[in-house]
T-cell receptor
């Protein structure tokens, strides 16, 4: 069964360092997302991406964050200068369509620890 | 603004018991979609079900069943004859017709004891 894959599964980084989280969405999907989950808390929307541009973003997704689809398969989330509060599980997701009823499939997550 | 409430933070049952996970939602839209996701200890989010606001028919899939009631704005999830492998955090989520992002509840940690 097709799935969303994410790398790395776990990364430890020092505060102030740049981090890139990578994702390979399901191959025929057109819409891509990043969500995050701080330990013990709910899953929160960060950003959605379609046709090589951001279609929606939350207030969490500030200037420190950026997304890119550098080639036909990868979708990346970059955090420019990490803070302690960026420590969280980051989920990549994808869907075939970008309407509210379309099912969003999630990857296994990338656990980011900022020290 | 949309909101999803899962009042049960943690539930613990013994294997083979039935268990119901509650989900109450708030939305101003008449068109919306409700979802359940499972997050096992390994951390991934696994899609379980999607319902739209126009379809109140209850659904059964094996040991899983869902009860959607618009009158009480609830979308509850029942696991029949629970198994240890059902131990996970279960999230209810919502998207509205005008918004395209999933709004998640805070999750219910289900522990099934052998």
């Amino acid at each position: 069964e097709p799935e969303v894959t994410q790398t790395p599964s776990h990364q430890v980084t020092q505060m102030g360092q740049e981090v890139i989280l990578r994702c390979v969405p399901i191959s025929n999907h057109l819409y891509f997302y990043w969500y995050r989950q701080i330990l013990g808390q709910k899953v929160e929307f960060l950003v959605s991406f379609y046709n090589n541009e951001i279609s929606e973003k939350s207030e969490i997704f500030d200037d420190q964050f950026s997304v890119e689809r550098p080639d036909g398969s990868n979708f990346t989330l970059k955090i420019r200068s990490t803070k302690l509060e960026d420590s969280a599980m980051y989920f990549c997701a994808s869907s075939w369509e970008h309407n509210s009823g379309n099912t969003i499939y999630f990857g296994e997550g990338s656990w980011l620890t900022v020290v | 603004a949309q909101k999803v409430t899962q009042a049960q933070t943690e539930i613990s049952v013994v294997e083979k018991e039935d268990v119901t996970l509650d989900c109450v939602y708030e939305t101003r839209d008449t068109t919306y979609y409700l979802f359940w996701y499972k997050q096992p200890p390994s951390g991934e989010l696994v899609f379980l079900i999607r319902r739209n606001s126009f379809d109140e028919q209850n659904e059964i899939s094996g040991r899983y069943s869902w009860n959607f009631q618009k009158s009480t704005s609830s979308f509850n999830f029942t696991i029949t004859a629970s198994q240890v492998v059902d131990s996970a955090v279960y999230f209810c989520a919502l998207t509205e017709g005008s918004a395209r992002q999933l709004t998640f509840g805070s999750g219910t940690q289900l522990t099934v004891l052998p």
